[in-house]
């Protein structure tokens, strides 16, 4: 692993970003447009805007081959529709330096995610939790578990009822597994640079067993990381994790959850177990998903 030094050589918070907001023109897909647009207010931005026709079910199962051919009238009723969120964006955004690029796709979802990702150098994807054909549940959509769980690329997934509002805190829950690529402390110091927001690493602890090595050393080394930002240490419990996370929140002014991509445990666990009921983080409080 490299030094810190080393990590603050390869952060470029003024260089141009690249983000790409996959989009089927629901509620939820303008929502996670207006977070965007309001969380990189003063960067220069390339923003993707990108459809996949059959958005919500097109190839969940990974079939990755599949393609279809759309007709000259879908692919016009598409551009128009693309176009109106174009609009939308130009009229929020008050950045000269933001541009908005659409793009339409007939691949499979994550196929066509993966080739925006390489072929623009995308830095992040912001998605909605849901889309247009939102059910009952309330936990988070599968589409959103597709992104997230097979495109590595740093994710920012925005709750329906989620408002941007300046960042004061963000919250890190974490076991300190997983921690072994740069690129991720990266985008977390990125985060908390640009956002001038304090750290509040939540501990999750297993009961009567202590940390092993690997452990030890990846909060070393996050803590030294982070040792001139803003952050405190708090612990929580293995077995209660989402109420406790939700305490915390109702105690702290919240306003993101870092989770790191590749603990499966904890990523469906806070995101999208069934029972979300009393869990209101999920409905308000946007994640920033973090990939090697």
Known sequence: MRNI????????ILAMKNILIPTDFSQNARNALRYALAYFPETAVNFYILH???FENNNLEGQENFTLTLSPKTLSETQKSLQKEIDF????????????????SDKSLVKAIRNCVKENEIDYIVIGTRGASERKCKNIGSVSYEIISKVKCPTIVVPKKAIYKNFKNIALPTDYNHWDKNKMYINL???LFLKKAKLHILQIQNKNQSLTN?????KSFLTDLIKKINYSL???PNHKIEKKLQTYIDKVDINMIVIVGRNVNYVHRLLFQPKSEDIPYRLNTPFLILHD
């Open 189 to 191: 110091y990125e985060t």
């Open 5 to 12: 030094q080393a990590i603050f050589g390869h952060i470029f």
């Open 214 to 218: 690997i452990q030890e050393n990846s």
């Open 234 to 236: 708090y612990s929580i």
């Open 52 to 54: 996949i026709e059959h």
């Open 89 to 104: 964006c130009k009229k929020k955004s008050t950045n000269p330096l933001h541009n908005f690029i659409p793009l339409i």
